[in-house]
Every structure is written in C-alpha cells, then in structure tokens.
C-alpha cells in the first residue's frame, strides 16, 4: 500500500514516486526508446523499422530494408547521441542494426 502524505505533492512527483516504489523504470524506458527512435529518425526510417527492443544499454533495431540498415551503420554514434538527447538521460550504449 502507498505512502499517505500530509502536505500537497505535485502529481509528477506522485507519479515519479509511484513508479520508483513499483519499479517500473525499466519498462517505461523501453517504451519511450521507442517512442524516440520514431522521433528522432522520422517517418520515412520509422516506415522500414519492423521491431525495436532495449535490452539493458542496447538498442536492438530490426529494418527491413538491407540499404537503409548499411546506410545508417555509419552514424551509429551520432544516432545515439541524438536517442540519449531525446530520452533526456544516457540510456543506449550501443546500437545494433540488423
């Protein structure tokens, strides 16, 4: 059962609290790694983009497409500066296309 407060709390740092206490930061990280590879890379990428999973500091990235997938090997560093950015936090190590 949850902590009651006396004094008034944001409801961000309720929610903060909430998912500190049911440790959920792992699964929100996974979604919003998502939601930032979509950002970031844009509708034309996010359109041969079959399947993203975060697997600890990993960002596993499935194309569909063998030109694009070579194509974006030679960014990888700035592709995962651009992630972190968005994310807002150094979430992805390392960045694998396949």
């Known amino acids: 059962m949850a902590k009651r407060h006396a004094e008034n709390i944001s409801i961000g740092d309720a929610l903060k609290?909430?998912?500190?206490?049911?440790?959920?930061?792992?699964?929100?990280?996974k979604v919003n790694a998502k939601e930032a590879w979509d950002t970031v890379m844009g509708v034309?990428?996010?359109?041969?983009?079959?399947d993203i999973k975060l697997d600890r500091e990993t960002l596993?990235?499935?194309?569909?497409?063998?030109?694009?997938?070579?194509?974006l090997s030679y960014g990888k560093e700035k592709i995962i500066k651009l992630l972190n950015e968005e994310l807002r936090k150094e979430l992805v190590k390392k960045l694998v296309l396949r």
Request: proline share 0%; glycine share 6%; charged share 30%.
């Open 44 to 50: 034309a990428i996010s359109k041969y983009t079959t």
């Open 17 to 29: 609290e909430f998912i500190g206490a049911n440790r959920l930061d792992k699964g929100l990280d």
């Open 60 to 71: 596993y990235v499935q194309l569909s497409s063998s030109v694009l997938r070579e194509e």
